[in-house]
């Protein structure tokens, strides 16, 4: 029997246990390793805060609609995108994965996972890297989306705002662009990883003015790019107000919500802001015939073999997968100083 979390309504999880079939010919076992949990997408899951329980996604148009009807509703057994795990069975055709390989993938919270032969072939994790670092293969390509939607060049200022996992991740590769990268949290702790983990300067919005501070840094001009990925409004109308003029803003966090505290009628008006939004779905359609989810994920663990990307130093939990529903009270409660959580199995 295999066992699936599920969370059976907000900011409550239970366990479910599902039978395990056969496997097909051209199919793999995946036994899972390590599941990790995203502080930010998920948890709009866990609070019932994403729009998807309160409207319906109408994907043919691409737009929410108000109904009676929401795309999803509890319990949800559908959830997680930060998976790693070990093949322990193959089918009878399977020729090019073997048993024990490390895969990564995205196949949620639950203890084994069945996959085509062709899925598991395309995601098999470098055999000298830890199997842990393969739950970043999707929250690191969230990261690289935002770098490469943000079109950085060398010697530019590139402020992030927001310091979790995701901007970590994103301080990292825009120092790895080649920029001056200013790191803009309200919280010391996260602020102390970014500096350590390459950041040039820090500031804790919530101690100076943060857009002010970095006009000053940069003798007036503004940020070339700023990268918004807290998903807090207010983070964005900072980003906007600490671009320079004409220059790029990044909206990568998910915001939920009307945006209080977002003023479109200030800088973003006066200063004639583009402003970009990045979401995972899709790439910048002028680099689409070169870029895919596929190649954002080897590209994150690529960079990890080389050393040029350090995720698992933010890794600061591991807590039994029994245990999840402890894991999400310590993110959403901030009882102790959170980056990466992940479950093992």
Known sequence: MGKLLVLEQPKKVGYEEYEERELLANEVRIQTLYTGISAGTELTSY???SPFFNKKWDATNRIFEKETETSWTYPLKQWGYEE?????????????????DIIFGTWGHKSNHIAEESFAKDRKLHKDLDPICGIFSHIGAIGINAILDANIHVGETVAVFGQGVPGQIVTQLAKLNGARVIAVDLDDTRLAFAKKFGADIILNSGKCDAA??????????????????????RALHEAIRCAAYSGRVVSSGFIQGEPKGLYLGEEFHHNRINLVCSQISGVDPSLSYRWNRLRLNHTVMDLQKEGKLDLKGLITHTIPFDEAAKAYELLDNATEQVLQMVLAL
């Open 47 to 49: 609070r019932g805060t």
């Open 212 to 233: 002010k501070e970095i006009k000053e840094i940069t003798k007036g001009l503004g940020a070339d790019v700023a990268i918004e990925i807290s998903g807090a409004p």
């Open 84 to 100: 790693v795990g070990k093949v322990v069975e193959i089918g009878k055709d399977v020729q090019e994965v073997e048993v024990g």
